[in-house]
């Protein structure tokens, strides 16, 4: 506090202040002067590397913001201006950049900023020289190896827009349909749509399934894992805070899915979502009691057998599988040698969801398949 009472002492010294000419002077008033503060602290060592810091991070966000405003206009503003940004993502960019602990909040910013410049050089490559290119690919490269930072707060459902592999997803996507790509790409394409957080799978699964008129097998690829991904099994050590697959899980799940890619000339089936009601062994010595899904309806709603019905044990991410499922591009995937294996798909799927708005349990279903709370009301 001392130290802070001292730096606002200068401002009401005098003699830290000079005049000195205009140079933008009022035509009838050539001889106006500006009085200037010269702040005798400025020039500390830790108050230089301060204002170098508060720069940069100004410089960060300025980037990003002007990167994710190109993607959003799918429109660039001008060569000159990207000619600018990749100057200031190399000039931001360090060798340990994605592999360094965060340092502070502003250090997720830094590396969003520096990749999605890469990711824009990748997708309006016209005019791009190769050295451009090659160091968009690099970063990118560097950025999809990087560690996942789970912080205090961290959870699945994390809304992180400049978050790093969402813009590797963009980049590596332009890449390849610019092509030849990198052969690594597909797969780390893949790899980021199994990535824990929901915003850059999504972002992942969308970029790979707008491929699906050059390359429908990797958009296939894309949305079975997506669609696996959605079935969560009771292992009984999830918490709070942590992704909802082990890493050894998708792993497994990535190296099938590639190997099949790879390899395979037909159409993997898509993972079908769970039962949408099971049937349950009575407990004997027990009182009858509702099932626990009985908040939704009237008592006199149920059937006698309503007690044996429960919801199964694994656990479908329904909004997560609607949100995939918004991504796909059925226009295109209809006239694609895909389409059988998909319309198969989503007879399974509708099947599911007319089962579960009318369960085998209730006595009186409505037509439209309103229920409890709400009164049947056909």
């Known amino acids: 506090m001392a130290e802070q009472a001292a730096e606002w002492e200068e401002l009401a010294d005098p003699a830290n202040y000079v005049a000195r000419p205009h140079g933008g002077g009022i035509a009838d008033e050539p001889e106006t002067v500006e009085v200037v ?99 968009a690919r690099d970063t990118l490269k560097r950025a999809a190896s990087a560690p996942e930072y789970r912080g205090q707060f961290w959870m699945p459902e994390s809304q992180l827009p400049w978050h790093t592999s969402i813009y590797t997803a963009r980049g590596l996507a332009a890449d390849i349909r610019h092509g030849p790509p990198d052969a690594a790409w597909p797969g780390t394409l893949l790899a980021l749509v199994a990535h824990p957080l929901e915003c850059v799978s999504l972002a992942a699964v969308k970029e790979t399934l707008a491929l699906w008129d050059i390359d429908p097998r990797l958009a296939w690829a894309a949305l079975y894992v997506a669609l696996s991904l959605c079935h969560i099994e009771p292992t009984g050590t999830y918490s709070h805070g942590e992704p909802y697959h082990s890493a050894a899980h998708v792993r497994k799940l990535l190296s099938k899915t590639v190997k099949d890619y790879q390899k395979s000339k037909g159409w993997i089936e898509l993972p079908s979502p769970p039962p949408a009601w099971v049937k349950r062994q009575p407990r004997k010595g027990k009182a009858s009691h509702l099932p626990a899904f009985d908040d939704d309806y009237d008592y006199d709603e149920l059937s006698a057998g309503a007690t044996e019905w429960t919801r199964p044990s694994t656990y479908w991410r329904s909004k997560y599988a609607e949100q995939v499922l918004d991504r796909v591009p059925f226009a295109v995937a209809a006239k694609s040698a895909a389409a059988p294996a998909l319309l198969n798909f989503i007879e399974r799927a509708l099947g599911w969801t007319i089962e579960k708005v009318n369960p085998p349990w209730l006595d009186r279903p409505c037509p439209c398949g309103q229920r409890r709370r709400y009164r049947p009301c056909c």
Do not use: C, Y
């Open 37 to 135: 503060h010269i702040s005798p602290s400025a020039s500390k060592p830790e108050n230089v590397a301060k204002l170098q810091k508060a720069t940069e991070s100004l410089q960060e966000g300025n980037l990003w913001t002007w990167a994710e405003k190109t993607f959003e206009q799918d429109k660039l503003d001008g060569e000159s201006a990207l000619d600018a940004a990749l100057a200031l993502a190399r000039k931001l960019d360090r060798p340990d950049l994605f592999t360094k602990p965060d340092e502070d909040e502003t250090a997720g910013m830094r590396r969003g900023a520096i990749a999605a410049a890469a990711a824009v050089a990748l997708r309006f490559r016209v005019g791009r020289s190769e050295a451009d290119l090659v160091w």
